[in-house]
Structures are given as structure tokens and as C-alpha cells.
């Protein structure tokens, strides 16, 4: 579990694809990361994890957990980057900040409608696996600010909910042993659902 509390001035999502198609074309594109700057990256990497890896969580819940809580967007883009072996990922980053701390430009207020449909639908359409840290926060002179923190929610390995039409894709329950059990295929589900509860990134088995 990950608690964002006073101390945490923002929660991002950070989503790697294997597949650029599914990136959505809403967001900010930047240049692709160079190797320069990707061991940049890995000597800030700073955080602590503070989930570690599962698999298969659904994120139809969160966003709607997000506003409930008081988050708004504030950011979104989308650059690709260098993984192990230097093969290439693409990041996509939405960032959300406390309401009362929001400063964002006129121009990404008229997009973010339309960017946070595409995030809800890339939520609703798949499983991911998820970590999440506990990272310093740095301040506008990229120094950081004692007391203050981000988290990170990482979204890996997606594994889509539904087929190439649209329809969900269906799969037999089984038992223990392997056997299948019921009459008939069943709609793919999430073994979790990421949600954020009385202040707290938790897990849990069901929808609301």
C-alpha cells in the first residue's frame, strides 16, 4: 500500500507499451530519450517502492478514485525511451496533482478533457502489472523539497480485456488441478483492481 497524504504534491500514472498504436494520440509527444539521458534517469532514480509487482490489476476505478480525492490532471505525454538491451519502450506519463495546488496552461485545460477519455479508455480496456514508489519531490529550480514527495504508479506488462472487435475476450474458469470448470468460456477479469481508498493505493478483489 502507498498513502498520499500532505506531504505527496502528485501521483502519477506511468505506463510502458510495447505497441506505440495503443499510446494515445492526445498527449504531448517529446524527442526519444538518448542513451545520455537515460543514465541520467537512472542515477535520480531515487524512490522507494513502495508496492511491490502484481499482476493483472484492472484500473477502471481509479481515475474516478483520483477525483473523488481531490486530483486533478496536470500533465500528459508520451516519449520513447530506452529499455534493457537498449530496445525501445513507450512511456506514456499522465501526472495529477491536489486541486488547490493546480497551476496548468489554457492550452492543456482545452485538451484535458479529451486526453483523459483516452486514459480512461486505455484503464477500462486492459490489465496491467502494477508497482508504485515513493519518490523525492523536486521543486521549479530542480531542487528538492525537504518534506514533500510523488508517487509513482508503474503499469507494465498490459494484457488487453478485450479483442481486436471490441468484444471481451473469454476464457474457461479452472480449478486447481488445471480442469475447467462451468458450461461455457467466461469475459476475462482482473484479479485486482487498483483503487484509492480513505487516502490510501490499495488492492482490492471487486469493483464498487
Not at 124 to 134: E, G, P
Not at 179 to 207: H, M, S
Request: proline share 6%; aromatic share 8%; hydrophobic share 35%.
Amino acid at each position: 500500500m502507498a498513502t498520499p497524504n500532505n506531504a505527496v504534491r502528485l501521483i502519477s500514472l506511468k505506463f510502458s507499451f510495447s505497441n506505440p498504436g495503443i499510446v494515445p494520440s492526445s498527449v504531448r509527444r517529446l524527442e526519444s530519450e538518448t542513451p545520455e539521458k537515460r543514465d541520467e534517469r537512472k542515477r535520480r532514480n531515487d524512490g522507494i517502492l513502495a508496492i511491490e509487482p502484481i499482476q493483472n490489476v484492472g484500473l477502471s476505478e481509479f481515475l474516478e478514485d483520483l477525483e473523488s480525492a481531490g486530483h486533478e490532471m496536470i500533465d500528459a505525454y508520451y516519449q520513447p525511451r530506452l529499455g534493457k538491451d537498449n530496445r525501445t519502450f513507450h512511456m506514456v506519463l499522465f501526472v495529477f496533482c491536489q486541486r488547490e495546488h493546480v497551476k496548468i496552461s489554457d492550452e492543456f485545460r482545452m485538451r484535458r478533457d479529451t486526453i483523459i477519455d483516452e486514459l480512461r479508455k486505455v484503464c477500462a480496456q486492459a490489465t496491467c502489472r502494477v508497482r508504485a514508489f515513493v519518490n523525492p519531490f523536486y521543486g521549479s529550480d530542480n531542487e528538492r523539497v525537504p518534506g514533500q514527495a510523488t508517487i509513482s504508479v508503474n503499469l507494465e506488462a498490459r494484457k488487453p480485456l478485450l479483442n481486436s472487435d471490441s468484444q471481451p475476450i473469454m476464457v474457461w474458469q479452472k480449478d486447481r488441478e488445471g480442469e475447467r470448470v462451468g458450461d461455457q468460456p467466461v469475459p476475462l477479469r482482473p484479479d485486482y483492481y487498483l483503487r484509492l481508498q480513505d487516502n490510501t493505493i490499495r488492492f482490492a478483489r471487486e469493483t464498487s
